[in-house]
């Protein structure tokens, strides 16, 4: 079946550092990709997504391009900031029913 | 514009009892996910609904949890008996797409967290 192999936490950065979280998935056909947040105490809500190859995402500073040849959706930032301390989950959804197929999840800490 | 509720925030029970969860989604969203979220994993999908019918409950252990969403609006997740593994928070989402349509966003609730002793 489909999934979702995203890099294991937690990561922990700097202010100002550069973020890499790296997804990998495994689908038939052509998903769509997301990136989904849950910052401490709320609900998941969507951070950016990407319907065909090659889009590219973004959104409040992070980026994630759909890369088809390499199965991969991995999220960038340039330059973290404390508030984006969060949960961050990958996750993909085919045709038919649309559901979401999830990663485990990496927590990010990003300190003063 | 209203987020999707849920109610309890929290609910403690021993095993063997049932146990009831509650969602209201956004205001005209066709489509109503409730997923399961073990802790250190990511949300896993029990049943989605597209307004009063069930699209997908492949993955709902159907011996011990029930769903229905009546009238296409509110709906509610059963647990009847509780297991210990059933410990986890759950969740409500709701989208406004239709079958087949193009991918839409999901909107997810806070979650109920669940502890069964």
């Known amino acids: 079946g489909d999934s979702v192999t995203q890099m294991e936490g937690p990561v922990t950065l700097s202010e100002e550092a550069f973020l890499t979280i790296n997804c990998t998935y495994t689908?038939?056909?052509?998903?769509?990709l997301f990136w989904y947040v849950q910052y401490p105490g709320e609900g998941l809500q969507l951070l950016l997504k990407?319907?065909?190859?090659?889009d590219k995402g973004s959104n409040k500073g992070f980026e994630a391009t759909y890369r088809k040849e390499t199965t991969s959706f991995h999220l960038e930032k340039g330059s973290v900031q404390v508030s984006d301390s969060a949960v961050y989950f990958c996750?993909?959804?085919?045709?038919?029913?649309?559901?979401?197929?999830f990663g485990k999840g990496t927590k990010l800490t990003v300190n003063p | 514009e209203a987020g999707v509720a849920q109610s309890p925030r929290y609910k403690i029970i021993e095993k063997r009892q049932s146990v009831a969860f509650w969602c209201n989604p956004i205001?005209?969203?066709?489509?109503l996910y409730w997923y399961q979220q073990i802790l250190g994993q990511g949300p896993k999908l029990l049943i989605q609904?597209?307004?009063?019918?069930?699209?997908?409950d492949s993955q709902l252990p159907k011996d011990r949890f029930s769903a229905e969403r009546l009238k296409g609006v509110d709906s509610t997740l059963k647990i009847q008996p509780a297991k210990l593994e059933d410990s986890a928070v759950y969740l409500c989402?709701?989208?406004?797409?239709?079958?087949?349509?193009?991918?839409?966003?999901?909107?997810f609730g806070p979650g109920t967290r669940l502890l069964v002793l």
């Open positions: 989402a709701s989208s406004p797409r239709l079958a087949g349509g193009p991918a839409e966003t999901q909107y």
């Open positions: 205001s005209g969203h066709a489509t």
């Open positions: 990407a319907t065909k190859a090659d």
């Open positions: 996750a993909l959804s085919q045709g038919g029913s649309e559901k979401l197929v």
């Open positions: 689908a038939t056909g052509y998903p769509s």
């Open positions: 609904f597209q307004n009063n019918g069930v699209v997908d």
